[in-house]
């Protein structure tokens, strides 16, 4: 292996196709099923809310798609990603662990969500549609959808959970800088929005209906989603391929352990996936983890159940680990994280053991992140700081047991818009509000009965 810091690639070698897992899976994961008929959903089911592309994608038996050539375009103005060597954090930590962080931050948004946000504007471009609507947490996405709306001249509404819309007010505004247009969520305009009240804190789940539904009923209009389904997840897999050709070039022949931070699970995914399919073949042993609020412990306390992917019961029903559809998360900072249910293929995966999970406060996540901007020189977004708190415990054991463990974490996204969620930890003001027995149970209390 080699001490280099940053390990980068040339635009060459940026991967040609997204890797879709479900062909390598030992099992077939459930289908998403009709809410009125609860049959398995087909391609008209679909149709009004994604192109055919999309779609096609969604289903797909394929081991490999193809990458368009005007979204690898895209790409290579900041793909592929660079791989660190954390030398820093060993030192500090003490560990004789080898960590490295695979850093999304370098994309227009700051995050990884651009990876997908480019392809279904891409896709929607080619059917002449003009306007297409979407939910935000912290506001990764709607930053990165804003973006790509531009690039393809089609204008981009975004319904942003309350709580972030608040106390996030930076974030709105470089949504409005890509041409976006920003709603607080719940909002006046929808009847899903209206059934809640004004100060009503919001969730992903209010915000998804809400877009969901302004979408259904404009010809013009199709609705994206930054996370949880299937072609989602598949856009995101040039992360993971990426990172394992960079850990080839860094003289890494295993890797031990593979931490991601899970909310809806496209980060995740995009990571983890790849490693998963050596891991399923044969080539590498990882142990594979997705990070999560205590707050909302979803693959950690929720059930693997059929549910709807929003509130108001507007999407098909998905087998996944959930809370429950309408489960309201207290208001942590790691906006993104606060999502009711896990991707399908994720849940699959940990239904199946093939990943682990866990569940921590985030005073430890801060703790973790503080540490590590100072000194590795990058404030993480606060959902990428729990995985970087799992990496921190699993360094720490390799100090403990003295194993030369390496560890791969993903670093989805920087955290300098997020400067106020930092001052208030820095302050001592964040609490963590684990979610209670009783709160679970209540919301547990109204899944659908499938």
């Known amino acids: 292996m080699t001490d280099q810091r940053k390990i980068t690639l040339d635009e060459s070698e940026l991967p040609t196709h997204w890797y879709n ?6 099992t077939p994961p459930p289908a998403p099923l009709h809410p009125a008929t609860h049959e ?6 679909l149709a009004p809310l994604f192109p055919i ?15 368009p050539e005007p979204v690898r375009d895209v790409y290579r103005g900041y793909r592929p990603s660079p791989l660190y060597r954390a030398l820093g954090l060993e030192k500090r930590l003490g560990t ?11 994309s227009p948004a700051g995050s990884h969500k651009t990876n997908t946000s480019v392809p279904q504007a891409y896709y929607n471009s080619l059917h002449g549609i003009t306007r297409l609507t979407t939910e935000t947490g912290a506001g990764q996405w709607g930053t990165a959808l804003a973006y790509a709306c531009a690039l393809f001249d089609m204008s981009c509404e975004v319904w942003q959970v309350g709580v972030s819309f608040d106390t996030k007010p930076q974030r709105r505004t470089l949504i409005e800088v890509f041409g976006g247009t920003v ?9 899903s929005g209206r059934a809640f009240p004004d100060d009503h804190p919001g969730s992903l789940g209010i915000a998804i209906s809400e877009a969901v539904e302004l979408a259904a009923q404009d010809e013009g209009a199709k609705y994206a989603l930054g996370s949880v389904l299937n072609h989602v997840l598949l856009h995101q897999t040039v992360i993971g391929q990426e990172a394992l050709t960079q850990l080839a070039k860094a003289g890494e022949s295993a890797v031990d352990h593979v931490i991601g931070c899970a909310g809806g699970g496209s980060n995740f995914a995009g990571l983890a996936f790849p490693f998963l399919r050596e891991k399923l073949q044969g080539r590498l042993s990882p142990t594979i983890t997705a990070v999560e609020p205590t707050s909302c412990p979803t693959l950690t306390r929720g059930e693997y159940r059929y549910d709807f992917g929003d509130s108001a019961g507007l999407t098909p029903l998905m087998k996944m680990y959930t809370l429950g559809h309408d489960f309201v998360p207290s208001p942590i900072h790691a906006g993104g994280l606060r999502y009711h249910g896990m991707a399908p293929l994720v849940s699959h995966v940990f239904h199946e053991g093939l990943i682990e999970a866990a569940a921590l406060h985030q005073n430890e996540c801060f703790e973790a992140a503080v540490e590590f901007a100072r000194v590795e020189g990058i404030v993480p ?10 990496a921190r415990r699993v360094a720490l054991a390799a100090k403990e047991s003295g194993t030369e463990e390496v560890i791969v974490v993903g670093l989805s996204g920087h955290g ?3 400067l106020g969620a930092y001052e208030k930890y820095l302050a001592g003001q964040l609490g963590d509000d684990p979610l209670s027995d009783a709160d679970l149970a209540d919301a547990l209390a109204h899944l659908p009965a499938v």
């Open 21 to 26: 897992i479900v062909p390598d899976l030992p």
């Open 40 to 45: 398995p959903v087909g391609p008209d089911d």
């Open 53 to 67: 592309e999309l779609i096609m994608q969604e289903v797909s038996q394929e081991q490999y798609v193809e990458i």
């Open 96 to 106: 004789p662990a080898r960590i490295y962080y695979k850093y999304e931050g370098v």
């Open 183 to 191: 709603h607080r969520s719940p909002s006046r305009m929808t009847q």
């Open 381 to 390: 977004a606060p959902e990428s700081a729990h995985a970087l708190a799992q």
């Open 416 to 418: 300098l818009l997020e």
